[in-house]
């Protein structure tokens, strides 16, 4: 990665941190670990990122080791490396210490639906539901008007 003023340490937390704790990061690497490899995929999951931001953060984490670009119908994908992998426990123990210590009422001002519908829409399980289409409606009464339906 390119000198951004680290920490100058010779200290394993104090190196990860230089790579990991850029701003939007550890979100990126939440949604490799997710299942996303596309840039769009990608960006649906941290839909507040500006694209050049992550493209940006695209080439850090491939410049250290964490991603890959790999040729993919046409374009290209992500794969995480295996030192990317290895980031799963980590990214999981963020989630496990914020839903312990963070506050719930704040983190609901910051309830992003679209967010919430793309998540789910990757992690349900749709073999239970019957053969023909299922349309299922979330409502968000105490959100403004235009994101309440989904």
Same mark, same amino acid.
């Given at each position: 990665?390119?000198?951004?003023?680290?920490?100058? =340490?010779?200290?394993?937390?104090?190196?990860? $941190?230089?790579?990991?704790?850029?701003?939007?990061?550890?979100?990126?690497? #939440?949604?490799? @670990?997710?299942?996303?490899?596309?840039?769009?995929?990608?960006?649906?999951?941290?839909?507040?990122?500006?694209? $050049? +931001?992550? $493209?940006?953060? @695209?080439?850090?984490?491939?410049?250290?080791?964490?991603?890959?670009?790999?040729?993919?119908?046409?374009?290209? $994908?992500? =794969?995480?490396?295996?030192?990317?992998?290895?980031?799963?426990e980590c990214v999981e123990s963020f989630g496990k210490?914020? =839903?312990?210590?963070?506050?719930?009422?704040?983190?609901?001002?910051?309830?992003?639906?679209?967010? +919430?519908?793309?998540?789910?829409?990757?992690?349900?399980?749709?073999?239970?539901?019957?053969?023909?289409?299922?349309?299922? =409606?979330? +409502?968000?009464?105490?959100?403004?008007?235009?994101? #309440?339906?989904?």
């Amino acid at each position: 990665m390119p000198d951004r003023g680290g920490y100058g =340490q010779f200290c394993p937390v104090a190196m990860a $941190a230089e790579i990991l704790c850029s701003r939007w990061t550890v979100p990126v690497v #939440r949604e490799f @670990l997710a299942g996303s490899t596309r840039f769009n995929e990608l960006r649906k999951g941290v839909p507040r990122m500006s694209p $050049a +931001l992550l $493209a940006r953060r @695209l080439r850090d984490l491939e410049e250290a080791g964490i991603v890959r670009r790999v040729p993919a119908g046409g374009g290209h $994908a992500y =794969q995480l490396t295996p030192a990317g992998l290895d980031l799963r426990e980590c990214v999981e123990s963020f989630g496990k210490w914020g =839903q312990r210590w963070i506050d719930a009422e704040v983190t609901l001002r910051n309830l992003d639906p679209s967010l +919430l519908m793309w998540d789910m829409r990757r992690n349900i399980d749709p073999t239970p539901l019957p053969p023909a289409r299922v349309v299922i =409606q979330f +409502l968000y009464p105490e959100l403004p008007k235009p994101k #309440r339906t989904w």
